[in-house]
């Protein structure tokens, strides 16, 4: 790996193990490091180690602390929101359960290590009108409902996902089926509706919401350092066999066993080779929640296996026409209206014509190359991800 990799893994190891803090190499800026940990949501974790070194510029130590102080702010605004909902659920009888970072930040050695930028909580069925009631009576507004959940705003920073489902089924129908009715959950110690996974069910789950955003969009690099994290925790107590079986199950133990071999590779400092070099430089380009244009590249890997020469004429014509399960995570009703397609398809590409993302869309295909191209497909077809729609 490149030198940058190599710093960044330096200074997470520094807060994460509370290790010295070497300075900043000749080449690398402050300023690029705050830009990775805010794409990132690492923010408390590089930033915090940086803050330490000796060779930054003062302009930049004043971002940092203003960063740092805004993110620790945040992080403990969330707890203790959590904190008091899980009480008020409790309280009121509502079926809930604590989402991926809900419960992640609680194993990193203090919360404001994992940032988070909402609470993901679940909720039952028969729970759902009362518990987004509860919201909005403690101050939450509706802003928007996308698909499995919905998104509601409370002043200055918080944001609630209210989970109808855990897994999006059109990602994934198996999945959807796998984590479906709190069939994988026991009761929290110390509550009665409060719903848990064992340490092996979110570890598949964490996999699975990290696979889902590769397969969709990408995903950054602080999921590595959630598996880092929470294989040092607990990767001696957990049984692997059950891991490994359920994970196959889902269609990700391929990609679970890149990711974790990348995730020590690049924080622990071994001897990595092309392919896990490649993986990491397209997770840190991606950005905490991926690009909406990478969505193409699982879909390209099917084709090179097809044994058919994916070039750019083939992805343009697949960017123009795409099937309809990826139309379906951007047009719900396609779910309901397959035949609507078509439409879909014309609305899609009117929008795209006046809209950012399609004129950052287009500019990428017109000028990836064909050896990029192959660089991402090997990517997705050595990551194995067999996902049904």
Known sequence: ?????????????????????????????????????????LKYLLLGALIRTKNIPADAQGQIRELL??????????????????????????????????VLRFLYPSPEMREMSDLDILFAEQNMEEAEQILKDRGYTLYKAVK????????PFLVIEAHHAMYDKTVDRNQYGYF??????????????????????????????AAKHFYQTGCGIRHLVDIYVYLERFGQ??????????MQKCG?????????????????????????????AYMLDSGIYGKDENGIWNQFAKEKQK????????????????PAHYMAEYYPYLEEKPWLLPWAWLVRGVGGLFFH?????????????????????????????????
Not at 74 to 99: H, Y
């Open 1 to 41: 790996m490149k030198t940058l990799e190599k710093y960044l893994a330096q200074l997470i190891l520094a807060q994460l193990k509370q290790k010295p803090v070497p300075d900043v190499p000749e080449g690398i800026t402050a300023e690029a490091i705050i830009e990775i940990a805010t794409k990132q949501h």
């Open 69 to 102: 102080m805004g993110s620790i702010i945040k992080t403990g605004v969330q707890v203790q929101e959590q904190k008091s909902l899980e009480q008020c659920f409790e309280e009121r009888g509502i079926v809930n359960q604590p989402m991926k970072g809900a």
């Open 148 to 155: 499995h959940h919905d998104i509601f705003r409370k002043p």
């Open 180 to 209: 479906q009715n709190f069939s994988r959950t026991t009761v929290k110690e110390g509550c009665r509706y409060t719903q848990v996974f064992s340490k092996e069910d979110f570890y598949v789950y964490m996999m699975a919401h």
């Open 237 to 246: 107590e957990m049984n692997r066999e059950y891991l490994d079986s359920e």
């Open 252 to 280: 990700i133990l391929t990609f679970a066993e890149h990711m974790e071999k990348l995730a020590y590779l690049w924080l622990d400092g071994g001897e990595s080779e092309e392919f896990y070099d490649n993986l990491f």
């Open 307 to 322: 044994g058919k020469e994916a070039g750019r004429f083939r992805l343009k014509l697949w960017y123009a026409f795409p």
């Open 357 to 389: 993302k399609g004129k950052y869309k287009r500019r990428m295909i017109q000028q990836i190359d064909a050896v990029q191209i192959r660089k991402l497909q090997n990517i997705y077809e050595k990551m194995d991800l067999h996902f049904k729609s």
